[in-house]
């Protein structure tokens, strides 16, 4: 119930990202069942092509922990991260995933590449999936508004 | 030869980081023949787990053209880029990448992930290796001090 709590958050950021014309997507990071950093997509406003929700909350945590490791963190997006998300993930060691829509396109968790799951990587955090209408309804009424 | 110029410079980067402490890693980015980024690995001393050299040159790049895409330009890196860089390549839409040393334990190019070569990828630049033995020499003086 926790982590339906907290993806919802990471969609109301979703739903901020969707207001400024990025592509909706939110994350939060949660440590000892406090958030400690939230952020959208912000890519096209800053112009800025690292500028992806779980790059910037993983920045923003860290800042708050003033640690490059997330010990303890589980980071919750409405979107499967991409292959630099899912990178970014690994080197901060955040320990547990957890998101709701998949990615066929751009996903680096289950849908192109398997990066936080490979038995090679020194460093596997926990990945939860929690299905999410509303943050796939987000999605599809973006796409449409872009191709009408 | 141009490309081992421009490597040599990305060497120089990685040489600061060897100085502060830091992994040795450097990256440079060249738009028309002329140097627009240049960034050595800050991760200790920024705190921050996303500050690999490829992504503090990929981000300076952008703020100097006012750009996420950096159409027509190559990345040069001393070392393999790992997931996450590899990731940040594609999101940028980098058009060329050069590296020197290949990465067992985290590369994305050819090592553990062959992010840039995946035909399902939306963007795929030319991938150049030139090997460069200062480069590795950096490195091994790096763990050496490391793990005496």
New interface residues.
């Given amino acids: 119930m926790e982590d339906l709590l907290f993806l919802n958050e990471a969609l109301k950021e979703a739903e901020k990202a969707f207001s400024y014309g990025e592509v909706p997507v939110g994350a939060v990071i949660v440590k000892d069942g406090r958030i400690i950093s939230r952020a959208f997509n912000r ?2 406003f ?7 929700a779980e ?1 910037l909350a ?2 923003e945590a ?2 708050k922990l ?5 010990t303890g963190c589980t980071l919750y997006s409405t979107v499967e991260p ?7 993930i ?4 955040v320990e547990r995933v957890v998101y709701a829509v998949a990615d066929p ?2 996903g ?1 968790v289950e849908s ?2 398997k ?1 936080l799951s ?1 038995r ?3 460093h596997r955090p926990e990945v939860v999936k929690i299905e999410l209408e509303e943050a796939v309804e987000l999605l599809r009424s973006f796409f449409k508004l872009l191709r009408p």
């Fill in positions: 890519k096209e800053l112009q800025d092509p690292t500028a992806h790059i993983i920045r860290s800042r003033n640690s490059w490791r997330l991409c292959a630099m998300c899912a990178g970014a690994i080197q901060a060691r396109k751009f680096g192109l590449f990066i490979d090679r990587v020194n």
